[in-house]
C-alpha cells in the first residue's frame, strides 16, 4: 500500500518533467519530482579523469554520474541522469519547429500528407514563454569579449564557401549578469526572482568550452536553475536519486508508484522500494526512461499501443572532431579543411579556447549547427573517451548488463 499521497508525480526532471512540475506546482497543485540522478550545484561536475571515468549511470555497479549509455543493436545513445535531465549536457540550442515540418511524413493514400493535430502558430505562444524562462539569446558576437571566436568565423567562412545562409540560433546561456546588462565574461549573475534551487552562486559564460559535460560556472540556464528552482519556489518536491521502477493505476482510480532512493555513499544494490500514490502521473524519464517503465508494466496498462518502443531514431546530430585546423592566409582566420556541404565535415579548431556549444554560427542546415556543437568538448575530458565508455562500447564488457533488447521483456530489471 502507498504511504504518501499527492495531486501529481513527476518522473524525471529533464525538458518535459522540469516545465510540468513548475505548472502544476504553479496552478497549486502538490507535486513531487522523482529523479533518479544526482543534483549538480556549479562546481560539481566532474572534470579529471578520475571523476569522468566514474560519471557514469549504472547503479549495479555503484555509478551514479550523469552519463547514461544505452546500447541497442547497431544504435547507442547516451542520455543525461541528473537533477536537470538532458539540460545539463545538452548545447543549448532553442530551436522552434519549422511550420513546414507539421505534417507526417508518410503520404496519405489518396495523396497530400496528413497534418499535424498542432500548427506551429498554436506552439508558439508556448516557444514564447520557453525563450523568455530558459534566457535564450543569440551569441553575443558584436561584443568585444566574443567577438574572436574562431569556430564561429570559420563556421561563416565555411557558410559562405558553400553559398548558405548563416545565423546566430537562440542559445540557452547567461552572456550578460541580467536581462539588457552588457555581456561580459565571468560576470556575477544576479539572481532571479523565483531564486535557485542550488543556492549557488553563478556567473556568465567565461567561453570554456565544456557545455556538453555540464558547466561549472552556472552559465547554462539550465532546468535546475530555471523551470526546476521556479516549482520548488511554488511548492514542489524536488527529490533527487530517486529512481521510478514500477508504475500501475489504482482501482479507485489514479496511479501508484514504486521507487528507490539511492545512497552513493552507502551504496547498496538492492536498495529498500519505497511507494507513493498520486491522482496524475506525467512520464517524463526521456524517450528511453518512459519506454522502458511502460514496456516493463505493460500488462497493466491494456491501452498502450503495440507501437511502443518501435520507430526511434537517432537525432540527427553527429559528434565531430576536427584536428589541427589549417589557418586560412587571406582571412587569417583557424579554418577547417575546405568546406564541403555534408553536415558531417563541420567542426572547431580543437586549438582555440571556443566554447563548442555556445560559439556555433550555423548554416541554414540546422542539423549541422549542433553536429559541430557537440563535437568540441576537450579531447581528454569527453565521456566518449573515458575508460567506462570505451568498456561500454567493448563486447562482453561489464556494462553490457545494461542493455535493452527491444522490445523489453515487461519487469526486466536494469538495475
Ligand atoms: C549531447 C546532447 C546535446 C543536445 N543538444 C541539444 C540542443 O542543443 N538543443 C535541443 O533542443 N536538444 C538537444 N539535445 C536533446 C535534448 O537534450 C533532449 O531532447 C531532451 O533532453 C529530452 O527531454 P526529456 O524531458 O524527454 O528527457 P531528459 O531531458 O533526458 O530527462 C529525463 C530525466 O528522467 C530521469 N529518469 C529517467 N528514468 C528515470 C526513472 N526511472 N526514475 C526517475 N527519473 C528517471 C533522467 O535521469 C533524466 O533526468 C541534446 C542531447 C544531447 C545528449
Ligand atoms: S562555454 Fe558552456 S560550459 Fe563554459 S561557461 Fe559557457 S555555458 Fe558554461
Known amino acids: 500500500m502507498s504511504g504518501e499521497h499527492v495531486d501529481a508525480v513527476v518522473v524525471g526532471s529533464g525538458f518535459g518533467g522540469s516545465v510540468a512540475a513548475y505548472r502544476l506546482a504553479e496552478a497549486g497543485k502538490s507535486v ?15 572534470r579529471t579523469p578520475a571523476e569522468m571515468s566514474r560519471a557514469f549511470w549504472d547503479p549495479a555497479e555503484q555509478l ?44 496519405l493514400p489518396g495523396g497530400g500528407y496528413e497534418s499535424w493535430p498542432v500548427t506551429r502558430a498554436d506552439l508558439d505562444p508556448h516557444y514564447d514563454a520557453v525563450e523568455s524562462m530558459l534566457g535564450a539569446t543569440p551569441y553575443p558576437l558584436d561584443h568585444p569579449a566574443f567577438a574572436s571566436t574562431p569556430k564561429t568565423h570559420a563556421m561563416q567562412d565555411a557558410a559562405a564557401e558553400l553559398g548558405l ?11 550578460a549578469p541580467r536581462t539588457e546588462a552588457e555581456p561580459g565574461l565571468g560576470l556575477p549573475l544576479a539572481p532571479s526572482t523565483y531564486g535557485n534551487l542550488h543556492g549557488a552562486p553563478r556567473v ?13 560556472d552556472g552559465a547554462k540556464n539550465s532546468l535546475d536553475h530555471t523551470y526546476l528552482s521556479a516549482a520548488k519556489h511554488h511548492g514542489a518536491d524536488v527529490r533527487v536519486l530517486h529512481e521510478v521502477q514500477a508504475i500501475r493505476p489504482r482501482p479507485e482510480g489514479g496511479y501508484e508508484v514504486d521507487f528507490v532512493v539511492h545512497d552513493p555513499e552507502q551504496a547498496t544494490r538492492k536498495p529498500p522500494r519505497h511507494t507513493m500514490s498520486c491522482d496524475r502521473l506525467v512520464l517524463a524519464a526521456g524517450t528511453y526512461g518512459t519506454s522502458y517503465l511502460l514496456l516493463r508494466d505493460r500488462e497493466r496498462f491494456p ?12 537525432n540527427g546530430d553527429l559528434l565531430t572532431f576536427l584536428m589541427r585546423p589549417r589557418t586560412a592566409p587571406a582571412s587569417g582566420r583557424s579554418t577547417p579543411a575546405r568546406a564541403r556541404s ?11 579556447t571556443v566554447p563548442p556549444d555556445v560559439g556555433g554560427a550555423p548554416t541554414s542546415r540546422t542539423a549541422a ?44 530489471s536494469r538495475s
Request: net charge positive; glycine share 12%.
Open 32 to 46: 513531487v519530482v522523482l529523479e533518479r540522478g544526482r543534483d549538480y550545484p556549479p562546481g560539481s561536475f566532474a
Open 64 to 107: 551514479y554520474g550523469l552519463f547514461d549509455v544505452w546500447s541497442f543493436r547497431g544504435f547507442d545513445s547516451v542520455v543525461s541522469s541528473g537533477l536537470g535531465g538532458g539540460s545539463l549536457i545538452y548545447a543549448n540550442v532553442l530551436l522552434r519547429k519549422d511550420e513546414h515540418w507539421f505534417v507526417n511524413e508518410e503520404a
Open 165 to 175: 545562409d548563416w545565423q546566430l540560433p537562440p542559445l540557452a546561456v547567461s552572456f
Open 204 to 216: 556568465t559564460c567565461r567561453l570554456c568550452g565544456e557545455c556538453n559535460i555540464g558547466c561549472n
Open 303 to 314: 491501452g498502450l499501443s503495440d507501437t511502443l518502443g518501435t520507430r526511434f531514431s537517432g
Open 342 to 352: 555534408s553536415p558531417a565535415r563541420s567542426g572547431c579548431p580543437t586549438t582555440s
Open 369 to 412: 549547427t549542433r553536429t559541430s556543437s557537440a563535437g568540441c568538448s576537450k579531447g581528454p575530458t569527453s565521456p566518449m573517451r573515458s575508460p567506462a565508455w570505451r568498456a561500454s562500447r567493448s563486447s562482453g564488457s561489464a556494462r553490457s548488463s545494461r542493455t535493452l533488447r527491444r522490445p523489453a521483456p515487461p519487469r526486466r
